[in-house]
């Protein structure tokens, strides 16, 4: 029930309906800019919402550690679980 609404309020159905699908198979596409701009936060968010969204997700950091990069994921899944929880005591 959260996952089938997580996907369908993600702000990342308006980014794949003006790009037509998103960046498409076979293709890669890159997200750059300096330093403390949110590359992570934004590239976690497209991941988690792919996970969701039943897809493989592979993140490669040459900059980051393991647990730094995990304690995103760890934050955002922890956040869903209690809106689950939430919901259902209501």
Not at 5 to 21: F, Y
Not at 31 to 39: E, T
Request: proline share 1%.
């Amino acid at each position: 029930m959260v996952k089938e609404e997580l996907n369908q309020k993600s702000p990342l159905r308006k980014l794949e309906a003006i790009t037509e699908g998103g960046v498409g198979t076979g293709n890669i596409g890159v997200i750059a800019s300096k330093q403390g701009i949110g590359k992570t936060a934004c590239l976690v968010h497209i991941a988690v919402d792919s996970l969701l969204r039943d897809k493989h997700v592979i993140h490669v950091s040459f900059d980051k550690k393991t647990d730094y990069i995990s304690a995103w994921y760890e934050d955002i899944f922890e956040e869903i679980s209690k809106k689950e929880i939430l919901s259902l005591q209501c």
